[in-house]
């Protein structure tokens, strides 16, 4: 027991530990909506590795079939968010001490008994993971992308500058225009 924390009322269970039917169809309800938003992260994590091998390749065909995908993706776990918080105020209502304003997932499992907090903390945890690892492979893709783009702002400079002529001295002492430059090496 936390001494900080005031003591959870106990949530009265039938025999073996079964949810009531309170519980069970709301408890169930997220449970699935947990581990489609699992699913919708991992695709997201793979989305991201896709999207680097195709900064990598400079593949434009692929990073706008990621960008549509990915814009899929987001708008399923936005819609799903809003169901996870309709039933997560439906299960709060129904326990006892727990906090009336809207309640967050790990609110939710520190007022569940042991049996039915178990599962909703090991997938709160797979979720904690996998946003993690999407939030770092995002953080990759950005760095490479804005790199990318530094670089070919660099090299339109070089072209730029390398169209116009430049003024150089003549056998006189004075500014001359020299020959209107017509390559330029670069190395990317």
């Not at 609110?107 to 904690?128: D, K, M, Q, T, Y």
């Not at 339109?156 to 150089?168: G, H, M, N, P, R």
Request: proline content about 7%; overall charge positive.
């Amino acid at each position: 027991m936390n001494p900080g924390r005031p003591a959870t009322p106990a949530i009265r269970l039938p025999a073996q530990g079964q949810p009531t039917t309170a519980f069970a169809q709301p408890l169930r309800e997220l449970s699935q909506y947990l581990a489609d938003l699992h699913d919708a992260l991992k695709r997201l994590v793979a989305l991201a590795a896709e999207k680097l091998g195709a900064l990598r390749t400079a593949n434009t065909a692929v990073l706008r079939d990621c960008a549509v995908r990915e814009n899929e993706l987001v708008k399923q776990v936005l819609c799903g968010e809003q169901q996870r918080d309709a039933v997560l105020a439906r299960l709060a209502q129904s326990l006892p001490g727990c906090p009336p304003k809207p309640v967050r997932l790990t609110e939710l499992i520190e007022h569940l008994p042991e049996p039915l907090a178990g599962p909703l903390r090991a997938r709160s945890v797979g979720l904690r993971e996998m946003a993690t690892e999407l939030q770092r492979k995002n953080r990759l893709v950005e760095a490479v992308a804005r790199n990318l783009q530094a670089h070919i702002r660099g090299v339109f400079a070089e072209v730029a500058k390398a169209a116009q002529e430049s003024l150089v001295y003549g056998a006189r002492g004075q500014h001359e225009v020299g020959s209107t430059r017509c390559c330029m090496d670069a190395i990317g």
